[in-house]
């Protein structure tokens, strides 16, 4: 059975047809509508996967914010802009005339790195660092969504009690430290204005400021480690995103874990899917409800 699968992200959109050995048959891409209307949002997921809704029997979402019932909703309302309590699988199934499902993107992201895993693990937590800070929980080998769909949002899990405002109303959280968004607010004096990939890339001429600031995020990541550890006892943590996954950050990310009592550590490993993993969780999902 072919899925169309579809990520929905802040900047960009993406939609591909799965098959169920999670071969990527056909990928469309386009930017996220700067908008932020339920109209717009419409109209661009319409063009996206109108031209392949007729090759799949169903449809698989995988979206920013939190999903529940189906309707997309955001620890940070700001960052849907107008789409807060946007009927996302309602819509979709509209669209293309399949039935659909829809699961926020981390989770997703979780369940497919959860199956890229070799050994025989069965708790396993992946934590994505990009713009934000996001992540899903697979324990006992069922991955964890919650009954409102928070389960897993570990970005906006307790870092400094005196640190920035983030952006879900909480003082200190993991997000306003440690991600994209968060490294660049913090950046002063020459290196403000600039965004998170330039600030690595200072960091790694050895510009003292940068330098700080990356370390900060990996510090607070590895503590964040630590926490996922005690809560969950998992054998594993997968970190992705595009500063998870930045030269040389999941090095120090290991090395401040290391500092913790032993009893904190835990196998990090990067995450494999990279871009595709949402898709593929999805997908995932998609066949385990069949």
């Known amino acids: 059975m ?28 386009m930017a996220t509508p700067a908008s932020k209307t339920a ?32 309707t997309l909703l955001a620890i940070n309302p700001d960052n849907l802009g107008g789409l807060l309590h946007f009927p996302l699988v309602q819509t979709l199934e509209a669209i293309t005339g ?8 981390a989770q997703a992201a979780a369940w497919a790195e959860y199956h890229a895993l070799e050994a025989d693990t069965q708790d396993m937590v992946f934590i994505t660092v990009s713009t934000g800070v996001g992540g899903g929980m697979v324990l006992r080998g069922a991955l964890q969504t919650g009954t ?19 952006g879900c109303g909480r003082q200190g959280c993991v997000e ?10 913090q950046a002063d004096g020459e290196l403000k204005g600039l965004d998170a990939k330039a600030i690595f890339g200072h960091a790694a001429n050895g ?6 600031i990356v370390t900060r995020s990996a510090q607070t990541l590895a503590r964040l480690i630590a926490d996922v550890k005690a809560m969950t006892d998992c ?42 993993a949402g898709l593929l969780g999805a997908t995932l999902l998609a066949q385990g409800a069949q």
């Not at 399949?98 to 993107?105: F, I, K, S, T």
């Open 148 to 166: 409102g769909g928070l389960a897993g949002h570990l970005g906006h899990t307790l870092a400094d009690p005196h640190g920035p405002v983030c």
């Open 98 to 105: 399949l039935p659909a499902m829809a699961v926020n993107d």
């Open 39 to 70: 109209a717009a949002l419409t109209a661009a997921l319409q063009q996206l996967v109108t031209p392949l809704a007729a090759q799949a029997q169903r449809v698989a979402i995988a979206s920013t914010g939190i999903i529940r019932e189906g």
């Open 176 to 185: 306003a430290i440690a991600s994209g968004r968060g490294i660049a607010a």
């Open 207 to 212: 510009h003292p400021q940068a330098i700080e």
């Open 235 to 276: 054998q594993t943590v997968v970190v992705g995103g595009s500063v998870g996954l930045a030269e040389g950050y999941l090095q120090r990310v290991t090395h401040y874990l290391a500092q913790q009592p032993s009893i904190y550590h835990v196998e990090v490993r990067p995450a494999r899917h990279r871009h595709d």
């Open 2 to 29: 072919t899925t169309l699968a579809i990520d929905i992200g802040g900047t960009k959109l993406a939609a591909a047809l799965v098959d169920d050995a999670l071969r990527i048959r056909e990928r469309r891409e």
